[in-house]
T-cell receptor, first 115, second 110 residues
Framework: EAGVTQSPTHLIKTRGQQATLRCSPISGHTSVYWYQQALGLGLQFLLWYDEGEERNRGNFPPRFSGRQFPNYSSELNVNALELEDSALYLC??????????????FGSGTQLSVL | DAKTTQPNSMESNEEEPVHLPCNHSTISGTDYIHWYRQLPSQGPEYVIHGLTSNVNNRMASLAIAEDRKSSTLILHRATLRDAAVYYCILRDYNTDKLIFGTGTRLQVFP
């Protein structure tokens, strides 16, 4: 069974540009979570999608946005890139039962570098 | 959001047991305690979770204090492959967010 896949693995952009990151969840999973991990820091919660709807978002500015498609894959868009947006962006999926009991399965991430 | 507190780093020798502590004094009655670990250059992976009772699986054991204000992840025999950052997390019932702290970096020496 394929795990959570993210693309691209690495992305280099310049300040002011837009970045689009993609995530394919495990087959059968309907929930997708996005996290940002800056170098040497813990994971910061960004967004949670379930059944195509945004369910919750973390303390990030509106230029961080995303969507979930009917096949449950997801995109994270970052507009007007700033240098401090350089980080590893991790996607996770779960079965979406809404239970605090369920596990998250993470991808290997997209390393975004803003020059 | 309920917070967790973990030591920044711990060390162990191979084949020895490791006890990784976590404090979560503001835990609510419906919060599950989850542990994940992140190996170098990888995304986090699930280790174990529990609510009130101690839990065991093939990777580790989770000991939860009776008042649930703290827990301990136990690796029974550390291996070099267990070197990772271990995150203790509370699953927030209301928001369904997994709030990660900075975790404990575990070093394992041969």
């Amino acid at each position: 069974e394929a795990g959570v896949t993210q693309s691209p693995t690495h992305l280099i952009k310049t300040r002011g540009q837009q970045a689009t990151l993609r995530c394919s969840p495990i087959s059968g999973h309907t929930s997708v979570y996005w996290y940002q991990q800056a170098l040497g820091l813990g994971l910061q919660f960004l967004l949670w999608y379930d059944e195509g709807e945004e369910r919750n978002r973390g303390n990030f500015p509106p230029r961080f946005s995303g969507r979930q498609f009917p096949n449950y894959s997801s995109e994270l868009n970052v507009n007007a890139l700033e240098l401090e947006d350089s980080a590893l962006y991790l996607c996770a999926s779960s079965t979406g039962t809404g239970s605090t009991n369920e596990k998250l399965f993470f991808g290997s991430g997209t390393q975004l570098s803003v020059l | 959001d309920a917070k967790t507190t973990q030591p920044n780093s711990m060390e162990s020798n191979e084949e020895e047991p490791v006890h990784l502590p976590c404090n979560h004094s503001t835990i609510s009655g419906t919060d599950y305690i989850h542990w994940y670990r992140q190996l170098p250059s990888q995304g986090p992976e699930y280790v174990i979770h529990g609510l009130t009772s101690n839990v065991n699986n093939r990777m580790a054991s989770l000991a939860i204090a009776e008042d649930r204000k703290s827990s301990t992840l136990i690796l029974h025999r550390a291996t070099l492959r267990d070197a990772a950052v271990y995150y203790c997390i509370l699953r927030d019932y209301n928001t369904d967010k997994l709030i990660f702290g900075t975790g404990t970096r575990l070093q394992v020496f041969p």
